[in-house]
């Protein structure tokens, strides 16, 4: 009997070994900054000068400010739950979810959206890279022949076919700082270029909505495209789990330098690209501020070029946690054998998948918003607050209570009204369109 227990303790030690998310614990402080800085700053940042524009500016600088509060509040509330159990680390959300609600409804609750989160991610990351190549090739070569943006989907996708097969977060440290690196770049050139174009004589800052129920409902568009531009919070287990952790050095200090790190760039990326994008062109902005900015060719197309190199790093990291998943269960549930075959196959079958459906439908804007509260929301604004007061037991009507309980209603208004507004505007892109153009 002993035999047999040392036996599967060894069994499940190698298993965790080959599984990405538990096979290396050699992270440093930075690794966790610039992975945090990848998976927030991404594509949703292009989004903010457009959200501003169906808020105006009062409520839209309100909500962008308690955005980045709430969210590095509850992205704090996680990192310090990471190893609040002694001798037990929680490696991925749904661990935590179980240990708060019971193993099986703690499943039930996390494991659904999380994986909504991180596949529509993905999904809105292809899209997002098929347009920026497009843009890419109309700024080098406007006078070429126009491909179809499923042809430059599918470019960036093969992209994908080959690094999707790097083992765990630590083997894509190198593609996710250039991620992080060109956010920085592509955020910095987005608002500057703005500045430099200067504002028109007739910039109008009126609400773009032709009438007040659009208003509304692209108000609530809006909040859905605030919320997925500050979604950092599902992989974050997964990347406090790459760190190591001892009684004196508990992985949540170093993780927590670099999520302050994070945040700060967050901060230096979104504010000025929000408010400058807006001020600038008012409510005649795009979905993607790229987009709406046409000169200098050269540095819209190197733009472009920073956005693609930033969300093949974005995708990357928010694919591993679904490989985690989708491994763990195939080889603890399912009873496979860990090989190479298993994981090329189920790998390729899931960039397959998100290519599939991102060339399907690549409304860029209405995805953003829809994903961002029906999904991103939940995750982001308040589960982590009510797992808080679950494990925490903060008293009744302290400090701590009464602000985990704003934020859930705050997340909650917000998971309810937002994806109404993006569904919208699906419904009105896919009016006029015509699939794989």
């Not at 999707?164 to 956010?183: D, G, K, R």
């Not at 992989?235 to 406090?240: G, H, K, S």
């Not at 992985?251 to 600038?280: D, E, L, N, R, T």
């Not at 790998?347 to 994903?371: D, H, I, K, Q, S």
């Amino acid at each position: 009997m002993v035999g047999n227990n040392i036996e599967k303790t060894a069994e499940e030690k190698a298993i965790d070994d080959w599984l990405p998310i538990t096979s290396s614990r050699t992270a440093k402080w930075w690794y966790s900054a610039f992975h945090n800085v990848t998976a927030m700053v991404g594509a949703g940042v292009l989004s903010l000068p457009y959200a501003m524009s169906n808020m105006g500016w009062g409520p839209g600088v309100t909500m962008m400010i308690l955005s980045w509060l709430i969210t590095l509040y509850t992205l704090w509330q996680m990192v310090e739950m990471h190893e609040m159990v002694p001798g037990k680390r929680f490696d991925r959300y749904h661990e935590l979810g179980q240990h708060a609600f019971g193993e099986k409804l703690g499943l039930y609750i996390v494991v659904p959206q999380q994986v909504v989160v991180e596949v529509s991610t993905c999904i809105i990351y292809m899209v997002t890279g098929g347009k920026s190549l497009k843009k890419f090739h109309q700024s080098v070569c406007p006078d070429c022949h126009e491909i179809r943006l499923t042809y430059f989907i599918l470019i960036f996708a093969s992209i994908h076919f080959v690094l999707s097969h790097l083992p765990n977060f630590n083997s894509i440290s190198v593609v996710s700082l250039a991620a992080a690196v060109m956010s920085l770049t592509y955020s910095s050139i987005a608002w500057i270029a703005s500045l430099v174009k200067g504002t028109s004589k007739d910039v109008d800052y009126t609400l773009r909505g032709e009438n007040t129920q659009a208003n509304v409902f692209n108000f609530f568009n809006a909040l859905g495209d605030i919320a997925f531009a500050y979604a950092g919070h599902n992989v974050v287990l997964e990347i406090q789990a790459t760190i190591p952790s001892t009684p004196e050095k508990p992985s949540k200090k170093a993780m927590w330098k670099g999520v302050i790190f994070a945040y700060a760039v967050v901060a230096i990326c979104y504010f000025p690209v929000a408010f400058v994008g807006y001020y600038i062109f008012g409510n005649t902005v795009d979905d993607n501020i790229l987009l709406t900015l046409e000169k200098p060719r050269w540095l819209i197309a190197c733009a472009n070029m920073f956005v693609l190199v930033h969300v093949i790093g974005s995708y990357q990291i928010y694919a591993m946690p679904v490989f985690d998943m989708l491994e763990t269960f195939l080889v603890k549930q399912m009873k496979f054998r860990p090989s190479f075959c298993l994981r090329f196959t189920t790998r390729t079958l899931y960039v397959a998948f998100t290519m599939f459906v991102g060339m399907t439908f690549p409304f860029f804007g209405g995805l953003v918003g829809f994903f961002g509260g029906f999904a991103l929301a939940p995750t982001t604004y308040y589960l982590p607050c009510i797992i808080w007061l679950i494990v925490k037991k903060p008293k009744k009507f302290s400090i701590s209570w009464i602000f985990n309980w704003i934020f859930i209603i705050v997340g909650v208004m917000l998971m309810i009204v937002a994806p109404i507004g993006g569904m919208r505007n699906i419904i009105l892109s896919a009016k006029d369109y015509k699939f794989y153009q």
